[in-house]
């Protein structure tokens, strides 16, 4: 039997790749374990497989219900993101807009500058947003627009404008030539915005934390939370809370890697 052998340029590959993945670990062998031996044995496999960890960490947590709000939120934000963020990108790409130089450079602009918690704060108390969905899809949608423009209008710019005009001859108006022509062949940008979309939204922690504060509307990044306390912290329901949280997103992630992949590839490659 041959050993493989590694390339030398794949070290720093391994390297990383444990560095990102050592911290999976710990949370998974923890959460197989009593709160009393991740005290003396953190590292180390556990000595009784034990999954009542997460069973407890389901009913405590509220997951049934976090689960479902999370979908509802994460679900919206992604259309909205990828309707408006096509919009957009599709006027400033194809159409004569007037104006869309200023706009190109307020979008660029406002990449740049930092967004306070506390203003948001205040106008979801002001707009009577607090403890709704809407309270952090709003945000949500509009916290990497300009971003999400940037990468669509740069892909779109790759389509020959003579198929819009073509599709104009044919009878579609603008709106139909975007849904016919321009989604269809930008596809492979629209999956990496709803991919990075839907990882953002789900993971997203400070503000679902401030703006959802009661357990009806809580996500499943926010019910993480409900496992300790100013006083004590259940480690064992904690890591099973966190197996719960992050599984969704890490299927997600192998079912969709090769399109993943390739957006990026030919996003990078027009961006």
């Given at each position: 039997m041959s050993i493989p052998k590694?390339?030398?340029?794949?070290?720093?590959?391994?390297?990383?790749?444990?560095?990102?993945?050592?911290?999976?670990?710990?949370?998974?062998?923890?959460?197989?374990?009593?709160?009393?031996?991740?005290?003396?044995?953190?590292?180390?496999?556990?000595?009784?497989?034990?999954?009542?960890?997460?069973?407890n960490a389901w009913i405590q947590g509220n997951y049934s219900v976090a689960y479902i709000n999370t979908i509802i939120i994460t679900g919206t934000t992604v259309i909205l993101v990828a309707i408006l963020s096509g919009l957009a990108a599709y006027g400033l790409s194809h159409l004569q807009t007037p104006g869309s130089n200023w706009l190109m450079g307020y979008l660029f602009i406002s990449m740049s500058l930092p967004v306070g918690f506390i203003p948001l704060f205040f106008m979801a108390v002001k707009f009577g947003l607090i403890n709704t969905y809407m309270g952090v899809i709003i945000p949500y949608v509009g916290g990497g627009f300009?971003?999400?423009?940037?990468?669509?209008?740069?892909y779109m710019i790759g389509i020959p404008k003579e198929l819009v005009e073509s599709a104009k001859v044919d009878g579609c108006n603008s709106l139909q030539a975007f849904f016919k022509i321009i989604v269809p062949l930008s596809k492979p940008a629209f999956?990496?915005?709803?991919?990075?979309?839907?990882?953002?939204?789900?993971?997203?922690?400070?503000?679902?934390?401030?703006?959802?504060?009661?357990?009806?509307?809580?996500?499943?990044s926010a019910q993480y939370l409900s496992f300790g306390s100013k006083y004590s912290t259940n480690w064992a329901l904690m890591a099973a809370g966190g197996v719960i949280s992050v599984i969704p997103?890490?299927?997600?992630?192998?079912?969709m890697t090769r399109k993943f992949v390739a957006g990026l590839q030919e996003g990078g490659v027009k961006f």
């Open positions: 590694i390339n030398w340029r794949h070290i720093p590959l391994i390297l990383v790749s444990i560095y990102s993945l050592f911290p999976m670990y710990l949370l998974l062998i923890n959460s197989f374990k009593t709160k009393s031996e991740i005290i003396t044995n953190p590292m180390g496999l556990p000595s009784v497989w034990t999954f009542e960890n997460y069973s300009a971003f999400n423009v940037f990468l669509l209008r740069a999956i990496i915005v709803m991919i990075f979309s839907t990882l953002g939204t789900w993971n997203e922690f400070f503000l679902a934390n401030a703006l959802l504060q009661i357990e009806e509307v809580r996500t499943v997103m890490i299927l997600l992630f192998l079912f």
